[in-house]
């Protein structure tokens, strides 16, 4: 068993490589080393799911920067190598592994799918950076969205390339502000820092964009840890809300909307993951005009660029399960590789300052950095849930049949928010 665990781990960390090494490796210079990316997230227990498609979104932008040459230094082209460390949804394994990955020589660290992870890691990341210099890491998140994560508790060493909660909240709020029939909503989400933060945000626009609106229900439930969420769903029911607003993610949304239908359910989702990892095809054909999602991009964003760009992940990875592409995670690697590129050198510092500058443009979608809290300014989109075929619905969801149409589009100086971030800088 052991074996196989080392075997299948040394396997992982040249995959990235793997595609192209034959092609690139005369731009090489025979002792320059791959450039270490380290990814620490769930790749067992209940989230496995989530971290195995962030794995694959990651692995395919290093694959391309790899294809075309590596990342261009004054002393020779180098690869991207993606590392994977399984924190198994704990922060101490989250810890452990950052400490592996530094053993191991990686100084950039990314993940996203746990804000109390991410919070966790930041902390770690300042203490070792400010006690060893030699040996500082960057920290790369593409899915904490607790705001305070470059609000009050904002550094240096962290970047974050997805729109934070507050953010994603005034979007699905937008939506929720022309339909003048929706009258009672109910709040649920995950008890900890991120599900707490939607709650909360929710509340607020909500008494501010829609006094009229009355929240029947304020639910947090475990993370990871509910397997039947029947009773949820007869608080819902119970509550006559017409509308559910949760950031539920992972197998807590599958879960969560799977025992809503099955409670006779007919209202609307406001969602910030309802569009992957089993929600549609759990929903079925009562989410069609009710689940709405909120993203950095979807999949049937109608313009030529988007439609390569999808076409081309699914080429990659053609399994309906492993339908799961993001946008911000080609961007988050894309910006990295000009950042260290701009900085001439792999030095935490310097990348650091360049990424700070960092303006990357993919497949249409623009995205730059926001020097002030590290925060990634984007275009959003707001989709709602319809069968593949309807106007507007080219492409579904892992083979569910449903896909989404974007009926919104918030560009980035509209998605933006301020920062409370007073960032300390060496």
């Known amino acids: 068993m052991a074996s196989s665990f080392i075997w299948r781990r040394r396997a992982l960390k040249f995959a990235a490589l793997a595609l192209c090494a034959g092609a690139i490796a005369p731009l090489q210079a025979e002792d320059s080393k791959p450039i270490r990316l380290a990814l620490i997230e769930s ?3 209940p989230f496995a799911n989530t971290g195995e498609a962030v794995f694959r979104n990651l692995l395919w932008a290093v694959e391309r920067v790899n294809a075309r040459g590596g990342v261009k230094l004054p002393g020779g082209a180098r690869f991207l190598q993606l590392d994977r460390y399984d924190s198994k949804g704990q922060n101490e394994e989250a810890l452990s592994a950052l400490r592996a990955a530094m053993d191991d020589g990686a100084r950039i660290v990314l993940q996203g799918n746990s804000s109390a992870t991410a919070a966790a890691l930041i902390d770690a990341i300042d203490k070792n950076n400010e006690r060893d210099p030699a040996r500082r890491v960057l920290f790369l998140n593409y899915s904490a969205v607790d705001p305070i994560l470059t609000n009050e508790r904002c550094s240096f060493w962290h970047f974050r390339f997805d729109a934070h909660a507050d953010m994603r909240v005034a979007a699905l ?3 929720m502000k022309g339909d003048k029939s929706l009258k009672r909503v109910y709040l649920i989400g995950q008890d900890y820092s991120f599900g707490q933060s939607v709650l909360r945000e929710s509340k607020r626009q909500l008494a501010e964009l829609r006094p009229d609106v009355q929240i029947v229900g304020e639910e947090l439930h ?3 840890r509910v397997k039947d969420f029947s009773p949820y769903a007869t608080k819902i029911m119970a509550s006559g809300a017409q509308a559910v607003v949760t950031g539920n993610w992972g197998n807590d949304l599958t879960l ?3 025992a809503a239908r099955e409670a006779g359910f007919n209202g609307s989702f406001y969602t910030f993951y309802g569009n992957a990892l089993g929600a549609p095809a759990a929903i079925g ?6 689940v709405i999602a909120v993203a950095d991009w979807l999949p049937n964003v109608q313009t030529p660029e988007s439609e390569a760009f999808y076409q081309s992940f699914r080429a990659r990875f053609p399994k309906p399960s492993d339908d799961y592409v993001h946008m911000r995670m080609q961007l988050l690697v894309e910006a990295l590789a000009q950042a260290i590129e701009k900085a001439g050198a792999v030095d935490t510092v310097a990348v650091a300052r360049a990424l700070e500058q960092a303006d990357v443009m993919l497949a ?8 002030e809290d590290h925060q990634f300014q984007q275009t959003l989109v707001v989709g709602v849930m319809d069968k593949q075929g309807s106007p507007g619905v080219k492409f579904d969801v892992e083979g569910s049949g449903y896909g989404f149409r974007v009926v919104k589009t918030i560009p980035a100086e ?4 301020p920062t409370s971030c007073r960032m300390q800088r060496p």
């Open 43 to 45: 790749m067992s227990g």
């Open 173 to 175: 709020m937008e939506m």
């Open 222 to 224: 475990p993370m990871g």
């Open 256 to 258: 969560l909307v799977k």
């Open 285 to 290: 054909d009562a989410g069609i005009g009710r």
């Open 364 to 371: 249409g979608q623009r995205g730059r950095m926001r020097a």
């Open 414 to 417: 509209r998605a933006q928010m």
